[in-house]
T-cell receptor, first 111, second 113 residues
């Protein structure tokens, strides 16, 4: 158990819809990262938050947004969903310049 | 722009032998490298890391080697066990980028009994 909790584990939704993925970081970790893993692909960095502030942005679509709340949990919002958005979405957390710990992921299926 | 590359999508090794997984990077700013192991339907699990000021780090059966001049790192697993069968991801980061990890595409290791 990494200590990072992601909900839900699975999500099936229709094209055009909007979903919210939730992540609770390890206790004490201020940084939260979101990654996307499409079929047979590596992990693509989407966005990072540090103590509530956006810290770094990767290949995140404009239809996607994220935020980190005062209790440090984070949400990734995906809107106007397309079939190509089907993927595993991972959240990770870290403290300082150390390794990141990953959650179990949310498998999103857009039909 | 693939800054971290794992050129071997798969590797098959006999139980008890050495597994060597390779990783190349292009960004000389990277100062910290990590290996993660991933089973299907699970999140990546941290395995071992190495700072750019070192050229070797060992943890039990796992050793990571870093060759900065060649921008190359490798993960050695000795001896390999069937439970090591998984996808291994190489990742890199540098301090000024806030800690985000850049991942390679992964190498699927299969250890045969």
């Amino acid at each position: 158990d990494s200590g990072v909790t992601q909900t839900p584990k699975h999500l099936i939704t229709a094209t055009g819809q909007r979903v919210t993925l939730r992540c609770s970081p390890r206790s004490g970790d201020l940084s939260v990262y979101w990654y996307q893993q499409s079929l047979d692909q590596g992990l693509q960095f989407l966005i990072q938050y540090y103590n509530g502030e956006e810290r770094a942005k990767g290949n995140i679509l404009e239809r996607f947004s994220a935020q980190q709340f005062p209790d440090l949990h984070s949400e990734l919002n995906l809107s106007s969903l397309e079939l190509g958005d089907s993927a595993l979405y991972f959240c990770a957390s870290s403290s300082g310049h150390s390794e990141a710990f990953f959650g179990q992921g949310t498998r999103l299926t857009v039909v | 722009d693939q800054q971290v590359k794992q050129n071997s999508p798969s590797l098959s090794v006999q139980e008890g032998r050495i597994s060597i997984l390779n990783c190349d990077y292009t960004n000389s700013m990277f100062d910290y490298f990590l290996w993660y192991k991933k089973y299907p339907a699970e999140g990546p699990t941290f395995l071992i890391s190495i700072s750019s000021i070192k050229d070797k780090n060992e943890d039990g059966r796992f050793t990571v080697f870093l060759n900065k001049s060649a921008k190359h790192l490798s993960l050695h697993i000795v001896p390999s066990q069937p439970g090591d069968s998984a996808v291994y991801f190489c990742a890199a980061k540098y301090y000024n980028q806030g800690g985000k990890l850049i991942f390679g595409q992964g190498t699927e290791l299969s250890v045969k009994p």
